[in-house]
């Protein structure tokens, strides 16, 4: 029976790196979650090639759908049964940021949508998944992704950042209520990603905004330039999949960002 790790957003960007290094490491099952099916169809044929090139006898499985549907998660579940159940971590990487603009000129529909994908969807998954975790006997992992903007308001990002405040929050309840499962709430840093361009443009959006309605206060600069130097996705997935792997119970229940001291024993590529 091989070990399972299971990923969300696992079609482009952080999430098809991160599956890649995880098949690379070890004899695995990945369980790798999407929206696109052609994407992920994709990954599954470099998945197969990875395998034979390292002689790890590994597979991908593929769950096409929206994880905030239930009928998805059904189908993640199906798929580790057929597994065999050995559950080794849960990467909750999908995530959508719209909507985005002023706070307070959403719909009720809008948060409902964000906060479906971003925070309902991923605390669902985690639920169904704690009695394969418990047939484990050695490391469990659950990490979830999360964001700079969870750590202060920033203009513009109001319901993204509001997901991710209480996805941190999870994971530290989660740690303390099930010290068996090491929960780390892990930010990946600004990466290119098809995300962090839309990102851009709802920043520059945002500043026309204050601009034209006169809001001097606001400063979209510091944010802008920030999202214009992305880096990479291969040094936070590798850092995913070693966390995924061989996560210190002593991270549980915390922050971190990629490119905190605690992460350098994980940047092994």
Known sequence: MSDVVVITGASRSIGRQTCIKLLQ???LTVIAVARSGDALATLKTEAEAVSLRSGHKSQLIT??????????????????HSAGGHLRALINNAATLSPTGPVLENTA????????????????????CLAFFRSHSDSRVIL????????????????????????????????A??????????????????MNGSA????????????????????MSPVIAKLQNPITPDLPSAIMANLALRADAKLSGKYFVYSDEEMLPYTNK
């Open 200 to 219: 851009l443009a709802a920043a520059y959006a945002f500043q026309k905004h204050a601009q034209e309605t006169g809001n001097n206060a606001i400063d």
């Open 177 to 194: 209520e099930y010290p068996d499962i090491t929960s780390i709430a892990f930010y990946p840093g600004v990466v290119e990603t098809p």
């Open 63 to 80: 769950v096409t759908g929206d994880i905030a549907s239930s009928a998805t998660q059904d189908a993640v579940i199906s798929a580790l």
């Open 25 to 27: 490491k070890q004899a």
């Open 144 to 175: 979830n992704i999360t964001s700079s903007t969870s750590k202060g308001p920033v203009p513009g990002f109001g319901p993204y950042g509001s997901t991710k405040v209480a996805l941190n929050y999870v994971t530290a309840a989660m740690a």
């Open 109 to 128: 529909e809008q948060w409902r949508a964000i906060w479906e994908t971003n925070f309902l969807a991923p605390v669902s998954l985690i639920s169904r």
